[in-house]
């Protein structure tokens, strides 16, 4: 059986951005990641935590916090996406490798808009294919340059969202090159199956967002065309263990792969109230650590 060892990251505590007064302070973040009972962290959005490494690393060891991974975004199925993608690629693998993180979870750039509205066109066949070098490549280019092991994230309203794109995906990548952070709230919110995916590509399972959604709300919203922030506005995502998928046969599956996982714990919901995120992290870390089966906090 493989562990699950299970962290949690900025985006718990409503931190969508690098810096906006809205977002709990850093500091704040940190202490409460380890008052709810975690041990491991991601980066977030870069800049949000102190960039400057010695003085990051001197924070996370006060607390006994470790780092699995960095996250940032691509936009490489454009004609001149590469520029703009290495520019917080590099930054932000070089910090989370300083760190000691093995990981960094890309995520694509959106084709729908936060207020809702269409800024691209979905990518085609031709599309998807040069995309998947393009991901092929930066893979290969991170893990000489950063030593971090690409992983790559769906989103949803992203280019790479539903069970259709993230399969196509699969096809068109290297393995050696690119994994998948397999996001069990983003899967469920565009209508994927997660256990069929991990059943289908075992191999290719390298990394966890763990996440649920409320499914009444979520076909309540059904035929809107709301963006997936606006989605979030309405209560989409649920607190563990109230939506789906389930995560008990979900950690079950991922355990018998008999690999080593890290699995953050993701709630999405920002903007939030400061007071908001520390009781809920508490109760999700308590619920997983419930459940036993390869999962370590």
């Not at 990518?123 to 280019?141: C, F, P, S, Y």
């Not at 993701?266 to 995120?277: H, L, V």
């Amino acid at each position: 059986m493989g562990a699950i060892n299970v962290g949690t990251a900025p985006d718990s505590w409503g931190v969508w951005f690098a810096d906006d007064p809205q977002q709990t302070p850093w500091a704040r973040f940190l202490d409460e990641v380890v008052a709810a009972g975690y041990r491991r962290i991601e980066l977030g959005p870069y800049g949000y935590l102190p960039t400057d490494p010695q003085q990051l690393k001197a924070e996370l060891d006060q607390r006994g916090l470790t780092m699995t991974a960095g996250t940032t975004f691509e936009q490489l199925h454009r004609p001149d996406g590469w520029e703009s993608t290495w520019q917080g690629v590099a930054p932000t693998a070089e910090l989370a490798a300083a760190m000691g993180a093995k990981h960094l979870v890309v995520m694509p750039s959106m084709w729908r808009d936060a207020d809702g509205s269409i800024v691209e066109e979905r990518l085609d066949h031709a599309g998807q294919a040069a995309h998947g070098k393009q991901v092929t490549e930066l893979g290969r280019r991170v893990a000489e340059e950063f030593g971090v092991r690409l992983q790559y994230h769906p989103h949803a309203d992203g280019h790479i969202d539903n069970q259709h794109t993230v399969e196509r995906f699969l096809e068109e990548t290297d393995p050696e090159q690119v994994s998948l952070c397999l996001d069990t709230g983003h899967i469920s919110y565009c209508g994927g199956d997660n256990l069929e995916l991990i059943r289908k590509y075992p191999s290719r399972i390298g990394y966890l967002h763990l996440k649920q959604v409320n499914p009444d709300v979520l076909a309540a919203i059904e035929g809107q065309e709301l963006s997936f922030d606006q989605a979030i506005e309405r209560g989409v995502m649920a607190e563990p263990p109230a939506g789906i998928p389930e995560f008990p046969p979900l950690l079950d599956e991922l355990a018998a792969l008999g690999v080593d996982l890290f699995a953050i714990v993701e709630q999405d919901m920002y903007p939030c109230p400061p007071e908001a995120p520390l009781p809920i992290a508490a109760r999700t870390a308590a619920y997983l650590r419930s459940h036993g089966g390869g999962v370590s906090l």
